[in-house]
């Protein structure tokens, strides 16, 4: 560390210079990805940190004026200034979250999870997404690529039921490293429809079907698994249903035949129709028409459109409200499980 000193003096009143300071860094590699490091990004730009500091230098004015630009952009809105406070910290706490990097010839983009410090984690990227469909869709679209290499074997899961099926894992590593899971457990239909529902939401914005035609295989394996689940036929999972709901009761967040899964089942079902414009190589055999039929007549569309206080709250046999948990309904009045599902 460097100390800078300049002497001043200033009247009552008077203003002294205006000094413009930029923190810049160099870094050797420190992600490693599948067992070997890659280097950032930026140095294919820049040589060295003093060239990182001269290209500042030279861009002072271009610098400010883009940070201004970006300003304006999470400013426009008619809200408080809490509201700007909230964006500006949350950019920057993302901004700071961020990987990009060579991984070899291609670009790789990865992301930080919270406090846990998880690469991409799939349902918190799943809930950011939206920002990346705005601003930027292909660091979606690459995510999409990279957590190919991340799934996990559906017959661990569902048995005999789930041989040939997939589901994606929950993250890609932790820390400085994507070597693989390091959450100790699965949220199996949680990530997996996730997985599907971005995928179509990245052709949707973009038209790009390189995620698509690249991971179609494993696309196609990801909604039998999610088929495979279903033991009832009515669309509502059975199986493999922990969730993201980290906040919840046990029963919401590692419970049997829950509504919030059910709902995302639904949406991602009709995808596998062959919606990813078009795809051909996502028809094979009678799955486009099994998913057509399942996302057209399963419970789970049935519930999708109740109001919210329905699906939370259910009504027994004998017109007690019951709480919809996940396998049965629990009356809380008599602490005792009611009839049906």
């Given at each position: 560390m460097y100390?800078?000193?300049?002497?001043?003096?200033?009247s009552l009143g008077e203003y002294g210079a205006h000094i413009t300071f930029a923190w810049c860094v160099y870094d050797a590699p420190l992600l490693e990805i599948g067992g070997e490091l890659a280097d950032f990004k930026y140095k294919e730009y820049f040589p060295s940190l003093e060239a990182v500091g001269d290209w500042c230098r030279a861009r002072v004015g271009e610098i400010e004026e883009n940070a201004r630009r970006v300003d304006g952009i999470l400013t426009a809105h008619s809200l408080t200034t809490d509201l700007t406070h909230l964006l500006s910290q949350a950019l920057h706490a993302y901004l700071a979250s961020t990987w990009y990097c060579k991984r070899g010839a291609v670009d790789w983009y990865s992301c930080w999870e919270g406090g846990g410090y998880f690469q991409s984690s799939v349902d918190v990227e799943y809930s950011q997404a939206p920002f990346y469909l705005a601003l930027w869709p292909q660091l979606l679209e690459m995510e999409l690529c990279e957590w190919a290499e991340h799934t996990r074997d559906g017959e661990t899961k569902l048995g005999e039921a789930g041989r040939g099926t997939l589901f994606m894992a929950h993250d890609m590593g932790q820390y400085c490293d994507c070597n693989g899971q390091k959450l100790w457990i699965d949220q199996e239909l949680e990530e997996t429809t996730n997985y599907v529902l971005m995928a179509y939401a990245v052709w949707k914005r973009t038209g790009s079907r390189r995620a698509i035609e690249q991971n179609a295989d494993i696309?196609?394996?990801?909604?039998d698994f999610i088929l495979a689940t279903d033991t009832r036929g009515d669309g509502i999972p059975s199986y493999?249903?922990?969730?993201?709901?980290d906040d919840a009761c046990l029963p919401l967040r590692t419970g049997e035949r829950l509504t919030y899964i059910a709902v995302k089942k639904c949406r991602g079902l009709p995808h596998g129709r062959g919606d990813f414009g078009g795809s051909r190589a996502l028809r094979h055999g009678g799955l486009p028409r099994l998913c057509g039929a399942r996302a057209r007549n399963h419970r789970a569309r049935r519930l999708a459109r109740r109001p919210l206080h329905r699906l939370l709250y259910g009504q027994g046999r004998r017109g007690e409200r019951q709480y919809l948990y996940g396998k049965r309904l629990f009356a809380p009045a008599h602490g005792r499980a009611a009839a049906g599902t």
């Open positions: 100390g800078v000193e300049q002497p001043f003096a200033l696309i196609r394996r990801f909604l493999a249903c922990h969730t993201t709901l």
